[in-house]
């Protein structure tokens, strides 16, 4: 695999997913050092086989993005054995759908945890040397579905809306150091959790959407990437819809 000569560091979390993997790739045929991050060994054993199968020089990393210490400790590993991170795209996340009047509590804090919490976790704790450089770009994963809501997504909403607040707030904070906060809002991309609504629910849902189909994470890949880059350095705070029309405003 041909890669270019762009000498940053992006680190993808919850890369063996289906966008993540696209994420991964893309930023590295456009010449970034990439590494992954992954929480379940035998989805990672099987991702760098096939990654490396294909060209791509990936390296994985374990954490658990939904607690503190684990993230703390990966990225700490990350530093000594690749070098520091200028790019962070906080790509990690789980649906646990469901009518709030029938929803369990773990599914409530799982789902927060995983999708919000997991934000300051890994952007906390790779801030301060961002600061210290004097660059930065962090790439928040929210959804169309924090924009507008969804029937079934209390849990998903909350944490996907929290994560924009989240940019918003930061992107004041650190724009005097050369770093960038933005957030991207994917609509419905093919992967597996798109996947596991069931059939005549999406069929639906895809009905609603101007383009007549789902995205394709390459399409969101390219939008990632095009973020990490230096020349979008005076973006920051903004949140790009991706999303076929589904959600216009
Ligand atoms: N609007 C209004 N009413 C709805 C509805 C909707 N969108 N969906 C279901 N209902 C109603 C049903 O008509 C039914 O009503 P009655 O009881 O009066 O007949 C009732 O809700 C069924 O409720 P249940 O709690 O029994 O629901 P269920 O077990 O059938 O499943 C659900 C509900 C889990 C929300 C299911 O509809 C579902 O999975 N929906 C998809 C949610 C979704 O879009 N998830 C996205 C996942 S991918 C992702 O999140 C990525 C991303 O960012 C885009
Ligand atoms: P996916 O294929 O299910 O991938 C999700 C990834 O997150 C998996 O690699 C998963 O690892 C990882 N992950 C889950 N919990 C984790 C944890 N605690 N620590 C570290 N990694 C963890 O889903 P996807 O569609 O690629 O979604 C990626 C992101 O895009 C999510 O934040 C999602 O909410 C968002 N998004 C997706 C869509 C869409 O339509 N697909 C739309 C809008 C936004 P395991 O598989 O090992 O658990």
């Given amino acids: 695999m041909e890669k270019g000569n762009n000498k940053r560091t992006v680190l993808v979390t919850g890369a063996t997913g289906g966008l993540g993997t696209a994420m991964c790739k893309h930023l590295y045929k456009d010449g970034y050092r990439v590494v992954?991050?992954?929480?379940?060994?035998?989805?990672?054993?099987?991702w760098l086989e096939t990654m490396k199968a294909e060209g791509f020089d990936i390296k994985l990393f374990h954490g658990d993005v939904s607690d503190f210490d684990s993230t703390g400790a990966m990225i700490k590993k990350i530093e000594q054995e690749v070098g520091h991170i200028d790019t962070l795209v906080n790509n990690a996340g789980i649906t646990r759908d469901g009518r709030l009047a029938k929803m369990k509590k773990d599914d409530w804090y799982d789902v927060i945890n995983t999708n919000l919490?997991?934000?300051?976790?890994?952007?906390?704790?790779?801030?301060?040397?961002?600061?210290?450089?004097?660059?930065?770009?962090?790439?928040?994963?929210?959804?169309?579905?924090?924009?507008?809501?969804?029937?079934?997504?209390?849990?998903?909403?909350?944490a996907k809306a929290g994560m924009h607040g989240f940019t918003k707030s930061l992107a004041m904070e650190v724009a005097k150091y050369g770093i960038t906060v933005n957030t991207i809002s994917p609509g419905y991309i093919g992967t597996d959790m798109v996947m596991a609504v069931p059939e005549k629910v999406l069929t639906q849902i895809i009905a609603q959407v101007p383009m007549g189909r789902l995205g394709g994470t390459h399409e969101v890949a390219h939008l990632v990437s095009f973020l990490a880059s230096e020349e979008t350095s005076f973006i920051t705070g903004a949140n790009y819809s991706i999303n076929g029309g589904q959600h216009v405003y």
């Fill in 117 to 158: 919490n997991s934000v300051f976790n890994c952007t906390r704790q790779v801030l301060d040397g961002m600061i210290e450089r004097n660059f930065g770009r962090i790439i928040n994963i929210s959804s169309v579905n924090g924009q507008r809501g969804q029937f079934g997504q209390t849990n998903y909403s909350a």
């Fill in 36 to 46: 992954g991050n992954y929480v379940t060994q035998s989805k990672a054993d099987k």
